[in-house]
């Protein structure tokens, strides 16, 4: 019987710290895994902690998604007092969400994918940040302009740029200045050029060539938030969607379609079409069509449909939901209910020993459900996070990708190669080591 031979390799330029493990049966390639060294335990840490406490500690899962796991456990707790934080409070949040997505998606496709891209589709290979940076000067104006853009949001409505202060249990601790609102109107408005910009390069670059066909996706489901068929990242019902068919239900009923053991890395599906899942901005274009929306349609007339099949697909996406949600705050700072002194409410006596809260943050769906006693004491929590459903799909999928190089490639050269598979996906390691 031959040994399996483990190799190892340190997967570089992602969001966090992992390794791609090649299993070797003899000189074949038997699989691949996408490895996460680190457990924090971020499940047991909240074990017998105070109702109050939680989303400050969420808040330190991870420093790009702060504001979505901030946000996701004040959901879950105002479920157990049975409160709804007022309009100017949702408004906040969702503003807040906007500034997280727009650091988080342009981040991810300048500084790890766009090599990739370039690389793959045959233009130029970059090997270190200089010549990045250098290779369209304007482009790295223009993302370092949207970084701060989305660096400001959170600095002015959270109350810093990391692990914001002013979302509470109940709502948004701020009423916001006309002054910082006339700021973050002015730099969304030239956010808003910006990104039209990088969605103008991405075309100009890529639009009339073909993916490579090992990145094209296999038949999966779609999960995702829906809101009565919009796009919607704060509220709405969850969604697990097929070419065939489509199931729709309110997080209080997700036990019956997916679940997971806290003892075990992984999210299992059930009652789902036996395909893989994704969640995320594929996902969400394919659950709500935002690429109908009339302001955005010519972008989407000028790609290839091969695209449009690939994870490399995402990257576009991207930048199409940054320029979507920089005009949705600028709507948000038109909303009356904005301006409003709104006196939050008290949490109260608890109403229920559970709790659920859910939204899209940018990689994809993120659910917390939190179990307390009467003490109003964590006894137990539930974190699904969008890597983590993501991983068995990108397990698969770098493995056939794997098979196939090695068909011509040495192994060393496999093991390089195929880091661009990951990163094409995205993955949180921060919010994965939960």
Request: charged share 25%; aromatic share 10%; proline share 4%.
């Amino acid at each position: 019987m031959i040994k399996l031979q483990k190799i190892v390799e340190p997967c570089k330029r992602i969001e966090g710290n992992a390794n791609i493990k090649i299993l070797l049966r003899g000189e074949n390639i038997d699989h691949v895994e996408f490895v996460i060294p680190e457990v924090r335990g971020f499940e047991n840490i909240l074990m017998n902690k105070k109702t109050q406490d939680i989303p400050r500690i969420v808040s330190r899962i991870c420093g790009l998604c702060h504001a979505s796991q901030a946000i996701v456990s004040n959901k879950a707790i105002e479920d157990i007092y049975g409160i709804n934080p007022p309009t100017q409070s949702i408004i906040l949040r969702r503003i807040l969400l906007i500034g997280e997505l727009i650091k988080s998606h342009v981040m991810h496709f300048f500084f790890q994918s766009f090599p990739d891209l370039l690389k793959l589709i045959n233009l130029q290979e970059i090997s270190n940040p200089y010549d990045l940076m250098q290779f369209d000067p304007h482009l790295t104006s223009n993302v370092f302009d949207l970084i701060k853009l989305g660096s400001e949001i959170d600095k002015i409505f959270g109350g810093r740029y990391v692990h914001l202060i002013s979302c509470i249990s109940g709502g948004v601790i701020y009423h916001p200045s006309q002054i910082n609102i006339n700021l973050v109107r002015k730099l969304l408005q030239k956010g808003s050029n910006n990104a039209k910009y990088l969605i103008e390069t991405f075309i100009k670059l890529f639009s009339s060539k073909t993916p490579p066909s090992s990145f094209d996706l296999p038949k999966l489901n779609y999960l995702g938030l829906s809101n009565q068929g919009a796009y919607d990242r704060y509220s709405g019902d969850i969604v697990v969607k097929n070419y065939k068919n489509q199931l729709n239900f309110h997080e209080k009923d997700y036990q019956s379609y997916f679940d997971k053991d806290i003892e075990v890395f992984g999210v299992s599906f059930h009652q789902i079409d036996d395909m893989g899942v994704i969640t995320g901005p594929i996902a969400r274009d394919n659950i709500n069509k935002i690429s109908t929306k009339e302001r955005i349609t010519p972008y989407f007339d000028k790609i290839n449909e091969n695209w449009k099949n690939s994870i490399l697909y995402q990257n576009f996406l991207e930048l199409i939901e940054v320029d979507h949600e920089i005009h949705e705050c600028l709507k948000l700072l038109n909303e009356n209910s904005l301006y409003e002194r709104s006196d939050l409410p008290d949490l109260g006596e608890i109403q229920k020993l559970e709790g659920i809260g859910m939204l899209e943050a940018p990689r994809g769906f993120l659910l917390h459900h939190y179990k307390i006693n009467q003490d109003e004491t964590v006894i137990q929590a539930k974190l699904f996070i969008a890597t983590e459903i993501n991983i068995p799909l990108l397990n698969f999928m770098t493995s056939k990708y794997a098979h196939y190089l090695h068909k011509n490639e040495e192994i060393d050269k496999v093991r390089k190669e195929i880091i661009q598979m990951i990163r094409a996906f995205d993955p949180c390691i921060s919010c994965a080591s939960h």
